[in-house]
């Protein structure tokens, strides 16, 4: 069983502070039992180049700050649509635009405007 939790926003200096709000996760990563990773993000940086750079590991472009106000279904092999394919159950707590881009991907899903 993998789980596998991206936060987008989440500045890396609020986890790894002492009294984060992170007791759980903070646990596991000092019992190796999970891995901590930051990525970087250049601008653009609204949510859809954000999503799509974590995703797919594309570098975002002007077009998707344009396309981040009408988001379609993402076609670049990324690593949600090889996680389906493979049978993976997946489930997606956040911004509606992950079911925009990943529609009928995740088996449980509650999408916030």
Do not use: C
């Amino acid at each position: 069983r993998v789980v596998l939790m991206m936060v987008d926003a989440l500045r890396t200096d609020f986890v790894w502070q002492k009294g984060n709000g992170f007791p759980f996760t903070m646990g596991k990563i000092r019992a190796s039992e999970a891995v901590a990773y930051t990525t970087r993000a250049h601008p653009p940086t609204v949510t859809l180049p954000r999503i799509k750079g974590m995703i797919a590991g594309d570098i975002p472009g002007f077009l998707d700050i344009v396309a981040n106000f009408n988001s379609k279904e993402m076609r670049e092999d990324n690593i949600i649509t090889r996680a389906k394919a493979a049978g993976r159950n997946l489930t997606m707590f956040g911004d509606e635009t992950w079911l925009k881009l990943f529609p009928d991907s995740f088996t449980r899903s509650d999408g916030t405007t």
